[in-house]
């Protein structure tokens, strides 16, 4: 079956130092990942997306990478702050797209940024 | 402000009392949808519209209802709620699919006694 896994326990991590998260799936053909940034009780906010040809994208201290072959998705956070801590989710969509099957969240992991 | 609201923010119902959840977005989108948030299940989509009178179901649609008469608005429905419907529930609503961003509203916490 389909599956998308991320940590699934907190992730500490020192200031100023680069926070790396993980997502890992399983029986998918993503044709684009999506990562979202969720605070509690409060709706996810978009962040980045990459595509299926892409290996690598950037925003400001965002990078993503793609690795199909791995089956995996990392996503780094440079000059990490306390700011940063919430918790961070995966999506995919895969080449049939639309919406029942065209996107699907992982649970996500919960970063913390300790000061 | 380009933004997805939603209405109420936090709802206490009873089991069977009929209730609407509002949805809006004023960014032209075309696609639209609902999800539910559930500790150790992540976010499920319950429904989701292409475009105005187009909808299809998520992954769990049992016990809801949707509606897009117009563009901007889509209803989530709960003809009947039962305790099993208590949950966090999001609308998103993006350009044209799920291949571009989604924009999130606030969340309704709904608790059905």
């Known amino acids: 079956s389909q599956k998308i896994e991320q940590n699934s326990e907190a992730l500490n991590i020192q200031e100023g130092k680069t926070a790396t998260l993980t997502c890992n799936y399983t029986n998918y053909s993503p044709a684009y990942l999506q990562w979202y940034r969720q605070d509690p009780g409060r709706g996810p906010v978009f962040l980045l997306l990459i595509r299926e040809n892409e290996k690598e994208k950037r925003k400001e201290r965002l990078k993503v990478t793609f690795d199909t072959t791995l089956k995996q998705s990392l996503f780094h956070i440079t000059a990490s702050q306390p700011a940063d801590s919430a918790t961070y989710l995966c999506?995919?969509?895969?080449?049939?797209?639309?919406?029942?099957?065209?996107?699907?969240f992982g649970k996500g992991t919960h970063l913390i940024i300790q000061p | 402000e380009a933004q997805v609201t939603q209405n109420p923010r936090y709802l206490i119902t009873v089991t069977g009392k009929k209730l609407t959840v509002t949805c809006s977005q004023n960014m032209n989108h075309e696609y639209m949808s609902w999800y539910r948030q559930d500790p150790g299940l992540g976010l499920r989509q319950i429904y989701y519209?292409?475009?105005?009178?187009?909808?299809d179901k998520g992954d769990v649609p049992e016990g809801y209802k949707v509606s897009r008469k117009e563009k901007r608005n889509f209803p989530l429905i709960l003809e009947s709620p039962s305790p099993n419907q208590t949950s966090l529930y999001f609308c998103?609503?993006?350009?044209?699919?799920?291949?571009?961003?989604?924009?999130f509203g606030p969340g309704t916490r709904l608790t059905v006694t």
């Open positions: 519209s292409m475009n105005v009178e187009v909808t």
């Open positions: 998103a609503s993006s350009l044209y699919g799920t291949s571009y961003e989604q924009y």
């Open positions: 999506a995919l969509v895969p080449y049939s797209g639309g919406g029942a099957d065209g996107l699907t």
